[in-house]
């Protein structure tokens, strides 16, 4: 019998010392995860603007959120020295009230559905210098009625300006990999049709006779379209290429 108590015991004295052992592990990981939340939230910057602030990560230089009723936003070049680069993912997405916006030339990328939604937006001039628009980044900002691309696009993500009141879209003709004519989007060679223009008011539209592919979703939602001439030499017409497009 006191072989067993002593066994037992030695058991209890094991998870004992197992416990002091490893609570201060544990107590140490809780502190960290603080100490790095707190970090993140020392990151977070607000900058105001009309009807509210943005929000600026100043550890990756990028605006990450705004106030739901901001209404009139220019974004400065600098926010506390630090240069703002970009504008996160769904940053001013179903941003209603936004009227008025202003971009500086150090921006050069803007997230997947950045802009979604701002229905109040009637102009864009997109920076200078800017690289990547993301996914959906203007989806259905209802207000605009033309875009121009700049010369330093590289990646335009899909649907980014799917926009349908959108009449034209513009290209600087110094890009090296987009081009426009009659205010349709195309890549540099005129062989891929990127997108036309939702909300132009065309009902007849000829594509150029160089053109070999229609790119995904190139004429969706073109209610105004309804009659689409195609070049005899046309190879490709990717999928949903007139989806809820032309007139019937």
């Known amino acids: 019998m006191n072989g067993i108590i002593k066994k037992y015991s030695a058991i209890i004295i094991s998870l004992v010392m197992i416990v002091a052992v490893f609570s201060p592990l544990s107590t140490l990981e809780n502190v960290n995860a603080e ?4 970090i993140e939230r020392e990151d977070i910057v607000s900058y105001p603007v009309t009807g509210g602030n943005l929000y600026f990560d100043r550890a990756i230089g990028a ?5 739901d009723n901001v209404s009139v936003v220019q974004i400065p070049k600098e926010i506390e020295g630090i240069k703002v680069t970009s504008i996160g993912e769904r940053a001013f997405s179903d ?4 009227l ?3 971009f500086p030339n150090s921006i050069d990328a803007i997230g997947a559905y950045a802009f979604a939604h701002c229905r109040s937006l009637s102009k864009l001039l997109l920076p200078e ?7 959906s980044a203007f989806l259905n900002c209802d207000s605009l009625r033309s875009v121009r691309i700049p010369a330093t696009l590289t990646d335009l993500g899909e649907s980014a300006l799917r926009i349908n009141s959108l009449e034209n879209i513009y290209v600087d003709s110094e890009n090296p990999n987009f081009a426009s004519a009659d205010g349709v989007l195309f890549d540099k060679t ?3 049709l990127i997108m036309y223009p939702s909300g132009n008011i065309r009902t007849e539209y000829e594509i150029p006779k160089q053109v070999t592919d229609i790119e995904k979703d190139a004429f969706a939602f073109c209610k105004n379209l309804q009659k689409v001439t ?13 989806n809820q497009g032309l007139s019937h």
Request: aromatic share 6%.
């Open 35 to 38: 100490t790095e939340t707190a």
């Open 63 to 67: 605006i990450t959120d705004c106030d």
């Open 95 to 98: 941003c209603y009230n936004l």
């Open 100 to 102: 008025e916006l202003e």
């Open 129 to 135: 210098n800017i690289k990547t628009i993301g996914k």
């Open 190 to 192: 005129m062989h891929h």
């Open 230 to 242: 195609l070049p005899k030499d046309m190879t490709v017409i990717n999928e949903c290429a007139f």
